[in-house]
């Protein structure tokens, strides 16, 4: 189940995927591929994940991982704001600011699943102030916003990271599975704008497709198809907003052979055709 936001400053802003909005809390149990930076406005409630319960207060500051199950109850006039940064397409992601190692030690869950920042940690005044900047930013949509989020988001992961309220777990202990899932998104990160393919990934990493197709499913929600068109439609959104390069060729270097298969399939992710996204 994913994530339920309501008011949410868009459905998918751009290649970096930030989305502002308030939760809502339902008693369900939900796991999403979202990072998610909440912050309780007012009241309290309780977040059960999988190996512990935290009581969350009034103004404290919370991080939950991608892909962790979790279930906020026992919550009593609560309103809580969020920062989610989707990690679907790691290479969109990757391409914006972040190192790929991080990233998937975030959604390979080979990462501390739950933070939580409150008044009486150094870093709490300046972090609410970055959180404040980047819903503004998203909100209001000004010029050259992106340079805000960006800059603001670099500054909450690496307080986050540096100061230990998130550890990263050596990738080594982990499963066969995220290793072989690392070998397989390595390769198709190099190669998705040449027309790569199932059996080509398969070959070269050694690894059947039928258990490629099996670690998408399992670890990344989602299907090789689906995993290879997003790469090629971030990296799209990316060159658009940063060059001048005309749509054709955008498609092209992306990984698209046909401008009506780009524009239908561009429409249908981010809600506009490429020429009016420029535009925005």
């Known amino acids: 189940m994913s994530i339920k936001i309501s008011h949410p400053t868009s459905v998918s802003n751009s290649a970096f995927r930030v989305v502002c909005g308030e939760i809502i809390p339902d008693n369900s149990t939900v796991s999403h591929s979202e990072a998610v930076f909440g912050i309780v ?39 809580i704001d969020v920062i989610t940064l989707n990690f679907a397409n790691p ?48 909100t209001e949509k000004y010029e050259f916003f992106q340079l805000m989020v960006y800059s603001d988001m670099y500054w909450i992961f690496f307080t986050l990271f540096s100061g230990k309220y998130i550890k990263i777990i050596d990738v080594e202990n982990k499963s066969k599975k995220y290793r072989a899932l690392v070998r397989v998104t390595n390769y198709i990160d190099e190669h998705y704008a040449e027309g790569v393919s199932l059996d080509e990934v398969a070959s070269q990493t050694g690894i059947s497709r039928y258990y490629v197709s099996h670690l998408f499913k399992e670890l990344m929600s989602t299907t090789f198809v689906g995993y290879v ?50 535009k925005a």
């Open 41 to 79: 406005k007012s009241g309290s409630a309780v977040i059960t994940l999988p190996d512990s319960s935290q009581q969350l207060n009034e103004s404290d500051i919370f991080f939950i991982a991608p892909n962790v199950k979790y279930q906020l109850s026992e919550y009593s006039g609560v309103v």
């Open 91 to 138: 290479s969109a992601v990757t391409q914006d600011y972040m190192p790929q190692s991080i990233i998937r030690a975030l959604i390979n869950g080979n990462c501390t699943p739950f933070a939580k920042v409150t008044t009486d940690d150094s870093v709490y005044a300046q972090m609410l102030e970055k959180i404040s900047d980047i819903k503004a930013a998203e």
């Open 229 to 278: 068109n997003e790469l090629r439609l971030n990296r799209a959104a990316m060159l658009l907003v940063t060059t001048d390069k005309p749509i054709i060729e955008i498609a092209s270097i992306s990984g698209f052979n046909n401008l009506s298969n780009f524009n239908r399939a561009f429409k249908m992710h981010f809600g506009k055709t490429p020429s009016a996204y420029r």
